[in-house]
């Protein structure tokens, strides 16, 4: 192992950095184990945390010449295992490089470090009349840098987009360094794309030590609306009728029955405890128009069977509707002493049938699943309760999310919608990807860091991994499900 | 010359094409010797028309084996001379390959064969109720696969973003003859962002041989405004008020005098010729919202000093007005034998004395300058008058346009807004970026294709190229230009 972990390392980062900026106690690693995927679990050699770009440059160069492997971090909330420490490797947290550089008015940008909470932009905007649109569940917690390494999405970015479709540019070190500069504060940037294929990249390419993003004037009003369904398929079917209308509401949201029972019970959000689905609808816009669109929005889902419709006008009761939904993980996670909680993408036109299919799966795997989604934009999440206390559950467990992956990619979907691949969705990466595309990932991870220095084994399962689990070149010919329609 | 044009290409390219499929007389290779940028000239060996992805696939392994040099081409209306042919390479025309494959209603996107044209996927989508966002100027003749390659912009693309906004998935076949799938209907997609890398890499990474974008409801209702100032400043202000205000338009159009009595000579749109310039103002939206909007926008134009405000609400009246400014380039090639179109962005508030700037410029080379600009996302396209048959003229006016790039880029801006690098920009490249920053692109290139055979010479300078002209690491060191304020 000394081959792996040499001193010369540690040496060096302790004459760069101050005390408390790198960190090789057993005590001080611990909460550098894991990410929010806390069922994978590995303590780093070494934890490092650089306050400024210059030492972000020499980090990795010593780490580049010493060939250690590099794992970013940024607050550590990812739910994917994309910052899952190496054993042999140094962690480099971005978490003290927390500045907000630069709010800038006239261009509606803000310029910000790393570790900026996603919350915190929105803050300081809101001074100005702006805001920053993309806003996981997590968003008092998580940091722009981690935003950007996942792509991250939220209830807004059915209207409003992902990370990507909200950052204009960031700074980025090589692991040879360098420093490059990739988009930048206009719409377009010549040159190949560097910066979309930064954006998601899960730390495998460079470590992002600037980040500047658009800001959106706040809507002028908004209304939230909270409609109850007697069953899944009729939610879904109002889904699809409004989006038929040419609606796109700024956020629309759907529970399942357990996930309103235990968000109901946590947050006292004023969720019918009855209804088998609920849906959350936010609308944003010009006053007239919001009033309009209510109308519409309202007549929809009444004639999609709604049996309860409740329209909130001013921000304290909107507050509370969307106080439940933003808390129905940590409240499902009172329901069992442990829950997996997955993210996959499916066209919403197939919603009802793969809800049929993971209640199948459910039954089958004796696991309850409650089921919270972006509906509009049909990004799933459900979430899988189990006891890791009990033998073999957490492998029934993760088996069983596996194959809801699959039965995304089974219907046209994707197997990851916002929380990205990590180490959790390799496998499924195989099922997604032919080997020439997962070829062209790596060749593409390599023209960046030659030596796979940049938290390897993430984002991309090598053609061995592949190979062994049977399932390359599937997606046109055979996936699991044989009964599912292809798509 | 004969290694480089090996018999054996054209002999396996006959047996694969059909007669009217492979071009090699003189009189038929004419048209292809250039694309929008009639500038560059020069005769390519063999053009090559498929009809299928397989055969594309075909082409791709028969050049890749012989090592010869492919130059793909859309519809050849490109700005920058992307599609410039060589003279041992095989240019890949896609014009056949021009089918609607799919309109998918309830997903609201389309699939599409790369050839067909741009204003075609509306049309196509219109009895549905939906269109496609990106409308450069040359909608009616350019095609999707051209816009993929350029990542092309329009005058909707303040509100809407560009083709790359607005692309959700394409097949792309790879110099080897390997066929990937990037992206796909969802907003999401797994692993690195090989979709965005693609779009705008201008035929230097892969052929795209199917594309699906995504489609817009109609907008209920529309406002077209036509406001007149009696200088450029003036309009500018008004802009920015407007941007400010929170309100972004649909599309937002400035054209100078000379540009003005152009286009009214030429299109009769009823411009005001006295004007020093116009502002042309589009909102859409709910009905409701338009009247108060176009209110507010009345006022702050008003308040920033406009002699007229014209609104058009109905269709006919909005069509004329647009008429004039999409006709402008034609327009303005009626005042000189010849023109040169630039394409820089620059932020919105640096917009009057850049255009201070142009007109010394003007003065200095005595070349006229007309200006017709996106404002609203700062992307001027100044268009220099000249005569070609003047010696020394041409040689002029390209060395004015790229003074013009590296004012954009000394302002904070770019040497692109959506007309791509081409062949036209690749020395303003070196000024824009580093050299750190242009061997990544390389890198990412040669990931792709590491014979350089894909268009190659175009978009991205090599580092000799651009150590020649001395102007590598200057972006925040010397730039052209030191009494302008930096960034």
């Known amino acids: ?19 408390d900026g ?6 001080g690693l611990k909460p550098y184990e894991c990410d929010g995927l806390t069922a994978i679990r590995e303590q780093p050699w070494v934890v490092a ?24 971090r940024g607050a550590g909330t990812g739910l994917s295992g994309g910052a899952r420490p190496m054993r042999s490797g140094v962690v480099l947290g971005l978490s003290k490089m927390n500045k907000i550089l630069d709010i800038d008015v006239q261009n509606c940008t803000a310029r910000l470090q790393p570790g900026v909470r996603n919350l915190a932009i929105s803050q300081a905007a809101e001074p100005h009349g702006l805001y920053y649109a993309p806003d996981p569940s997590s968003q008092i917690a998580c940091s722009i840098g981690g935003n950007v390494a996942e792509n991250s999405g ?21 692991i040879a360094g360098e420093v490059l500069e990739l988009g930048g504060p206009l719409l377009d940037s010549p040159g ?15 470590i992002v030590t600037e980040v500047t993003v658009a ?88 004639n999609a069977g709604a049996t309860s419709i409740d329209i909130a006008t001013d921000s304290s009761a909107q507050a509370r509707l969307w106080k439940g939904r933003k808390s129905a993980f940590p409240a499902v996670g009172r329901l069992a002493p442990d829950y997996y909680c997955m993210d996959g993408t499916i066209p919403r036109h197939r919603l009802s049938e793969v809800l049929d299919k993971i209640n199948q799966l459910s039954a089958e795997y004796n696991l309850p699943v409650a089921n919270v989604f ?58 997604q990807f032919n080997s020439m595309e997962i070829e062209q990932f790596q060749r593409l991870k390599l023209a960046w860091d030659p030596d796979n220095l940049l938290n390897p084994d993430k984002g991309i399962p090598t053609l061995t991994r592949c190979g062994e689990l049977g399932g390359m070149h599937v997606r046109h010919g055979e996936l699991p499900f044989p009964e599912i329609e292809r798509f």
């Open 192 to 206: 190949l794309d560097l910066l979309a294929v930064m954006c998601g990249s899960e730390g495998m390419l460079g």
């Open 1 to 19: 192992m000394a081959a792996d972990k040499p001193q010369a390392v540690i040496d060096q980062l302790r004459t760069l950095l101050p005390d």
């Open 22 to 27: 790198l960190i090789t106690d057993a005590a």
């Open 154 to 174: 939220g209830v807004h970015c059915l209207k409003y987009g992902l990370t990507v479709h909200n950052l204009r540019g960031v700074r980025v070190v090589t």
């Open 374 to 431: 972006h509906a509009g934009d049909g990004n799933l999440h459900p979430l899988i309760l189990f006891d890791s206390n009990v033998p073999g559950q957490l492998a029934a467990t993760e088996e069983m999310g596996g194959k809801i992956l699959e039965l995304c990619v089974a219907v046209g979907g994707t197997v990851t919608g916002e929380h990205g691949v990590g180490v959790e969705k390799l496998n499924q990466m195989c099922v």
């Open 215 to 302: 800001l959106l004037p706040k809507p002028p009003a908004v209304v939230v609306m909270l409609t109850a369904f007697d069953s899944v398929n009729e939610a879904g079917q109002a889904v699809a009728d409004i989006i038929s209308e040419g609606i796109i509401p700024a956020g629309m949201e759907m529970m399942d029955q357990l996930a309103v029972q235990a968000a109901e019970q946590f947050a006292h959000a004023g969720y019918p405890q009855d209804a088998a689905a609920i849906l959350i609808i936010e609308l944003d816009g010009a006053g007239e128009e919001i009033d309009s669109l209510a109308g519409m929005v309202s007549r929809i889902v009444d």
């Open 49 to 72: 945390l650089p306050e400024t770009e210059a030492q972000v440059q020499k980090i990795l160069q010593i780490c580049h010449t010493h060939k250690v492997p590099v794992v970013p």
